[in-house]
């Protein structure tokens, strides 16, 4: 017995990672993955994205190693991506950047940031940078959201998509917890549509 405890310890990582499969899978046995819609998210195509260069060059050895160690790959959304929630047309248009879901690096071997959280993390961070969404029409917008709100799309879209109920509300309470960081940077910087 000591000899597990020790190594689940050694391993913690591992751990971690195992009892969040459990608890998740025990989630899932009392039927609350099931097919409704929670916000009506619907797209017909996966956005077409351009990966940017991690900046890299000319930062010097230890500078180099941080950004490698820390940093996150980029995306370019390189087409007008279209998609709905709730029956209303909306658009991330071409040339808006994001990383991803925001994802702790240590984490990244088991949740990639361009993984089932893709599609969430692309209308999470758009929505984070402008506090409102872009219709289709691209003259019209949801109207200001809060964080809290923007926090909730992305949980709920994230639902829908990969059915991982327990995995997006721990990305949910993530986001609560420590997404006020970037709001706070975006509302700073006043982005504008």
Same mark, same amino acid.
């Given at each position: 017995?000591?000899?597990?405890? +020790?190594?689940?310890? &050694?391993?913690?990582?591992?751990? $971690?990672? *195992?009892?969040?499969?459990?608890?998740?899978?025990?989630?899932?046995?009392?039927?609350?993955?099931?097919? +409704?819609?929670?916000?009506?998210?619907?797209?017909?195509?996966?956005?077409?994205?351009?990966?940017?260069?991690?900046?890299?060059? *000319?930062?010097?050895? %230890?500078?180099?190693? %941080?950004?490698?160690?820390?940093?996150?790959?980029?995306?370019?959304?390189?087409?007008? %991506?279209?998609?709905?929630?709730?029956?209303?047309?909306?658009?991330?248009?071409?040339?808006? /950047?994001?990383?991803?879901?925001?994802?702790?690096?240590? @984490?990244? &071997?088991?949740?990639?940031?361009?993984?089932?959280?893709?599609?969430?993390?692309? $209308?999470?961070?758009?929505?984070?940078?402008?506090? &409102?969404?872009?219709?289709?029409?691209? /003259?019209? &917008?949801?109207? +200001?959201?809060?964080?809290?709100?923007?926090?909730?799309?992305?949980?709920?879209?994230?639902?829908?998509?990969?059915?991982?109920?327990?995995?997006?509300? @721990?990305?949910? %309470?993530?986001?609560?917890?420590?997404?006020?960081?970037?709001? #706070?940077?975006?509302?700073?910087? #006043?982005?504008?549509?």
């Amino acid at each position: 017995m000591e000899f597990i405890v +020790d190594q689940l310890v &050694t391993w913690w990582q591992f751990t $971690v990672v *195992g009892i969040l499969i459990i608890l998740g899978f025990i989630i899932n046995l009392f039927g609350v993955d099931q097919d +409704d819609d929670i916000i009506g998210f619907e797209y017909s195509d996966m956005p077409k994205l351009k990966p940017l260069r991690i900046p890299t060059a *000319g930062k010097g050895f %230890w500078g180099a190693l %941080w950004m490698w160690l820390t940093g996150t790959r980029h995306w370019e959304v390189a087409e007008d %991506w279209n998609y709905k929630i709730g029956g209303e047309s909306y658009v991330i248009p071409a040339g808006f /950047k994001f990383d991803g879901a925001s994802i702790p690096k240590f @984490l990244h &071997t088991w949740l990639s940031p361009t993984g089932v959280l893709l599609m969430g993390g692309l $209308v999470h961070d758009y929505a984070y940078k402008y506090a &409102t969404l872009l219709k289709s029409n691209k /003259k019209s &917008t949801m109207g +200001d959201i809060d964080q809290k709100k923007a926090d909730e799309i992305f949980r709920d879209i994230n639902i829908e998509q990969n059915g991982f109920h327990f995995l997006n509300k @721990l990305a949910y %309470w993530a986001l609560r917890i420590g997404g006020f960081m970037a709001w #706070n940077s975006h509302r700073k910087v #006043n982005s504008k549509i």
